[in-house]
């Protein structure tokens, strides 16, 4: 049996794929000191899906959920330093979940500060009952992370 060379990959590439009708969008950013950067953009059969994530040679693979099937909550927090906000934050989110959605689909983020206001924290959650986007099997190989539309917002 002859082993395919693995692929270095490129901590600085983020490859977004974006399921459309048994095809995708697939969109290549690198992570710079002036923020992300664009560098390709293409649709992609399914049936080179794969080969274009390899070639892209990303470091990590987000595959974004259909619209809806992400929900996003608003949290109001408490004034206090940052690292007692995130605490605050995901108390509020499992108080409110109560354990009906596993810790491995939810992301938790501080949105930035405005001013004299209170700060707010979004929760982002991907319910079990949502089911990830069928993706062909030689693309789904790869390690995904999956990120709800609404996510791009929260930054």
Known sequence: MTRRPRTNLDASLVAIVIPRDGEFDTALWRRTAEGPRLERMSPTAASALAST?????????IVMLAPGQARCRIFELPKAPEPQLEQALRLQAESVQLGSVPPHRVGFSLLPANGAANRSGAVIEWPLGEAAPSLPAAAAARRLTYAGDVTSLVG
Request: proline share 0%; charged share 20%.
């Open 53 to 61: 994530l390899e070639a892209g040679s990303a470091g990590r693979t």
